[in-house]
């Protein structure tokens, strides 16, 4: 049974519905200010309304290890209100329903050396990394990624990819992203908001065709084939 978000609208977002399959994945987009932040607060039911549901049942209703295992949001920063918190600590508190290690979370993202580490003392990359794995021992059903790569440099960002593209510890990623090169790389169905209303739902193939970019991005983006890019 799919994540389903029927027939939600606010101030920001109008007339939201789409559903996920368990086991499929996807990239949401769009310009800054089109409301995919405050869609993935929805989503995660951070901002509360009757709108979600998985397997037909409420998320608003869903409470302890029920909720945990459904979906898990990993934000965009990293804030730690305990100055004094080890990476180690952090991600033993994530360490929820699943049977990967602290140290194999940390090597798949190669970030051993950072497991003493203060996490007040981490580089907003190295956060972003911390993140990442703490979705991994997390293990939830959804997870929803924030801007994963807004923070890293060219190669933690293909460490990243790789996760995102060949991990199977995380079941669904909905990954949102200004990353037009990543969400092609990924080949994700691709959910695009415009002013808070979807303005397009379906596969990266169609999405990614140079009509279909010209329609959205006004020219500004190029498909070459084995890039995308802006043009500048």
Same mark, same amino acid.
């Given at each position: 049974?799919?994540?389903?978000?029927?027939?939600?609208?606010?101030?920001?977002?109008?007339?939201?519905?789409?559903?996920?399959?368990?086991?499929?994945?996807?990239?949401?987009?769009?310009?800054?200010? +089109?409301?995919?932040?405050?869609?993935?607060?929805?989503?995660?039911?951070?901002?509360?309304?009757?709108?979600?549901?998985?397997?037909?049942?409420?998320?608003?209703?869903?409470?302890?290890?029920?909720? =945990?295992?459904?979906?898990?949001?990993?934000?965009?920063?990293?804030?730690?209100?305990? +100055?004094?918190?080890?990476?180690? *600590?952090?991600?033993?508190?994530?360490?929820?329903?699943?049977?990967?290690?602290?140290?194999?979370?940390?090597?798949?993202?190669?970030?051993?050396?950072?497991?003493?580490?203060?996490?007040?003392?981490?580089?907003?990359? *190295?956060?972003?990394?911390?993140?990442?794995?703490?979705?991994?021992?997390?293990? =939830?059903?959804?997870?929803?990624?924030?801007?994963?790569?807004?923070?890293?440099?060219?190669?933690?960002?293909?460490?990243?990819?790789?996760?995102?593209?060949?991990?199977?510890?995380?079941?669904?990623?909905?990954?949102?992203?200004?990353?037009?090169?990543?969400?092609?790389?990924?080949?994700?169905?691709?959910?695009?908001?415009? +002013?808070?209303?979807?303005?397009?739902?379906?596969?990266?193939?169609?999405?990614?065709?140079?009509?279909?970019?010209?329609?959205?991005?006004?020219?500004?983006?190029?498909?070459?084939?084995?890039?995308?890019?802006?043009?500048?």
């Amino acid at each position: 049974m799919p994540l389903h978000i029927t027939d939600y609208s606010d101030e920001i977002l109008h007339d939201i519905s789409f559903a996920l399959e368990a086991g499929c994945h996807l990239c949401i987009l769009g310009a800054n200010g +089109a409301g995919k932040t405050t869609l993935a607060k929805v989503l995660c039911e951070l901002i509360d309304s009757d709108a979600v549901t998985i397997d037909g049942k409420s998320l608003r209703h869903m409470h302890g290890t029920a909720r =945990a295992k459904a979906i898990n949001y990993i934000p965009s920063k990293l804030e730690i209100f305990d +100055a004094h918190m080890r990476v180690e *600590e952090l991600l033993a508190l994530s360490h929820f329903d699943t049977t990967l290690h602290i140290g194999d979370a940390l090597e798949r993202l190669r970030i051993t050396h950072l497991k003493d580490h203060p996490c007040k003392t981490l580089s907003s990359g *190295e956060s972003q990394l911390v993140l990442t794995a703490s979705a991994l021992l997390h293990g =939830a059903r959804y997870t929803l990624f924030d801007e994963p790569t807004a923070n890293l440099d060219p190669i933690r960002m293909r460490t990243l990819f790789h996760l995102l593209a060949d991990d199977t510890v995380l079941q669904s990623k909905i990954v949102i992203t200004h990353n037009l090169e990543l969400a092609y790389k990924l080949g994700f169905d691709i959910l695009y908001l415009e +002013a808070g209303h979807i303005r397009f739902h379906g596969t990266a193939d169609r999405f990614f065709t140079q009509s279909q970019l010209d329609a959205l991005y006004h020219g500004s983006v190029k498909n070459l084939g084995e890039h995308v890019v802006v043009s500048l």
